[in-house]
């Protein structure tokens, strides 16, 4: 839900159909109004999928909305999962605004894009624009890199990140900390980090590897005896 293939965004050019299964539907044609009980199970199959993916699946304890507004809440626990992209999530009561490729929740929350880890508390997805917020407590995680803030952002089609708030940078080489007020770079393994602190002063740590013992110079020859 958190990344490219999240269930906020819609898919232009067609718009790929959603199969909703419900213990109980409500629906009221002439206001839009919109409920169904769960345990609520949907699946959709994106267009860009490619023969034998498996099918992205979505569950919640049930769903209230407007389908004119096209404003809907996804109740109680949430979980997404779309094997084919590496993508999932699971959080609690999220809000759609479907037409406008957004929503979010205000809970904690647990999400990931292939090996990038990411989870928090208060999430906002805006599906035009590509960027997901990470409102508090943020934590994102990669191979050999973990990123600590109290706000966060993340463009998961340049792969830009804004950090902000007791910023710490882990990297596993030489157990390396930084920590500032303020990040900004972009992700991947080509991409570069850099932290400031307006006003203020960065710390960063790291440990060398211990220098190689060299070896002790070889023993001088005897010299010769003297004979008298």
Known sequence: MLFR???FATTPRPAAPVRVQATQVLWKPGSGELRASGPLQAS???PTAKAGDALQQLTADALEGNTLTQAFTLKGLV?????????RFSGREVALQTRESQGGTQQPFEAAHGDLQVNGKGLQVDGSQHWVKVESACQVRRPGELLIAQRCAWNWTSGDVEASGD????RSANSQITTGQVLSGRLGDAGH??????GGRVV????LPPRRASAPPPPRPAPPPIVP
């Open 204 to 207: 960063s740590r790291f440990q």
């Open 79 to 87: 979980r997404f999962e779309a094997a084919a992209s590496g993508d």
């Open 44 to 46: 959709r199959r994106p």
């Open 167 to 170: 910023v710490q940078l882990q």
């Open 5 to 7: 293939s999240d269930p």
């Open 193 to 198: 980090l850099r932290i400031s602190a307006p």
